[in-house]
């Protein structure tokens, strides 16, 4: 069954699991141990510690290891907002940041701090000119992914981190999805990843603070990992994370070539053969095995259930998909059509002849999708327009509202108005999309008694 979800988590490489059989053997004992069986497991850590140092681009001193990379990211957070409580308590981040930076953002305004997000373009990148102007004198940290984990656009990352310099703001690198791939661009002061990205175990997190940057642990601290991680090192975990990244990182040039050219075919061959489909994401700076796109008239998570019926596992940022019923920020601050969200993120070895069957049914299943939701071919033509419309479609989940849209259009003049009554939070994203999509004018939202309602000018 062809697994297209390694954005979330990859397979296991064979490396990772060598070295966790072998360290299960070798590296059970106490690290902190003087005696034989505790010297040799701290001669295992040692050693994961210098090959993960080497692959971030820091000192083996400068590197801890944490039970995932959502700690990582909020302890390196929390850490440095308080070794720089005195600068002050703002916190600038992208608008697309992982959930882990947003939840540390909110928790921090909480009590008391606040936050600033730089917005993206449509690619889904921020401007460094318009991320230097959110940092402000009391600026105590400032965040950015290195790549984005819905949409895989890379972040200008030096430029960015060159604005940091210099305002004297330490920048903090989430290099989760990344850092498989190559090393972060210098100029962080923070950095952060995740072992089971890259195909090592889950449970292990990496958190990098360069010598110099202001921290203070926050919590009940720990004599191990500097205090920053405290508790028991999961150690064979530990050595087949830096075990694997090495191998990855060894392969990853060649392998990087070769998922890009199966992306590209992705990229180039799903709009071609699936109607009213938006490919998000930047086209060229962008992680070489991940695409996105959205289909129009489509329930994402019936479309995830038709795909995994057909052996495909692959991800959504649908509205449908996830457990809140909003639609995915990342995809909302980029101002793209969600409905229909379907993420491919080829593992290492993918094969070619696994990709080109997924374009062969894709077609078929998003047709059959969109039949049993009754999304209309093309637009009815009216013999006589009306010049306005109301269309109620209170109490429905996307993309019933924009198929409830897409049906009528063709009843109103050109020029004139149709309104759509929504309250699914998704509609506020997609109906511009569809505008955008089928050529037509968004005017924008007005209150209404439930909901909001949705004014569209039809000039096609």
Known sequence: MPYFDAASAAPLHPVARQALLAALDEGWADPARLYREGRRARLLLDAAREAAAEAVG???????????????VHAGIA???????RVGRHLALSAVEHSSVLHSAAAHEAVGGSFTEVPVDRFGAVDPAAYGAALRADTALACLQSANHEVGTEQPVAEVAARCAEAGVPLLVDAAQSLGWGPVPAGWSLLTASAHKWGGPAGVGLLAVRKGTRFSPQGPS????SGRAPGFENLPAIVAAAASLRAVRDEAQAEAARLRALVDRIRTVVPERVPDVEVVGD???????????SCLYVDGETLLHELDRREFSVSSGSSCTSSTLMPSHVLKAMGVLSEGNVRVSLPPGTAGVDVDRFLEILPGVVAEVRERLGAPVSAPRSTEPVTSLVVDALGRRCPIPVIELAKVIGEVAVGATLTVLAD?????????????????EYVGEEPADRGSAYVVRRLA
């Open 79 to 85: 850490g440095a907002l308080s070794g720089r409580r």
């Open 283 to 293: 086209p060229e700076r962008r992680l070489p095995h991940l695409v996105t796109f």
């Open 58 to 72: 820091c000192r083996a001193d400068e590197l801890v290891f944490t039970s995932s990379g959502t700690t990582a």
């Open 424 to 440: 699914d939070e998704a509609a506020r994203l997609d109906i511009p999309a569809w505008c955008e999509m089928r050529g037509q």
């Open 222 to 225: 720990g004599e191990r990992e």
